[in-house]
């Protein structure tokens, strides 16, 4: 399931470029060696589910995904480096904080582990709940900016035809 919230975010992202650079391609090729052991990490958590260094372990594995697919958002980003000129900031932002939920979840996973193992499987559980609230809250923020940039631009409408 984590795997495909990654693959939505790489698609998001993806959809955005223009142009790589070679610190871009390093940054991603991280991204992707991180990826390529979660299989691993699971598996090790099949195999010994009640050692809690496994979960720990597995943890640290999504918060350096997380980590890398937000490295990479902002680096492509900054100053419109690897994207469009056109594209808009409420994108820019809506990916990045939505690449930073991953790293968040697992930081608390790792707290969580610690002080109670049982409760690491159903804390990453509730990530599509962490999902849901940013969409929301962004969503909310995206509509005031919508009202707000409309009345604006009725009102400059209004000046234009006082002018003439």
């Known amino acids: 399931m984590i ?27 991280v991204y992707l060696m991180c990826l390529f052991i979660v299989p691993f990490s699971n598996v ?21 995904i997380g980590l890398f697919s937000f490295f990479n958002w902002t680096y492509a980003t900054y100053k419109h480096r690897l994207v469009d000129r056109d594209l808009d900031r409420q994108t820019i932002k809506y990916i990045r904080i939505t690449s930073l939920i991953e790293p ?11 002080i109670n193992p049982s409760l690491w499987n159903l804390l990453w559980a509730s990530i599509i709940i962490f999902y849901v609230i940013v969409e929301i809250l962004i969503k909310k923020s995206v509509d005031i900016k919508t009202v707000n940039n409309s009345d604006n631009n009725n009102q400059l409408k209004d000046i234009k035809e006082l002018s003439k």
């Open 3 to 29: 795997l495909a919230f990654y693959w939505i975010d790489h698609v998001k992202q993806f959809s955005n470029y223009r142009k790589t650079d070679e610190i871009h391609l390093w940054l991603y090729i």
């Open 44 to 64: 090790l958590i099949m195999y010994f589910p009640d050692n809690y260094i496994v979960p720990i372990c597995y943890s640290i594995n999504i918060f350096f």
């Open 104 to 114: 968040i979840v697992a930081l608390i996973t790792i707290i969580v582990a610690l």
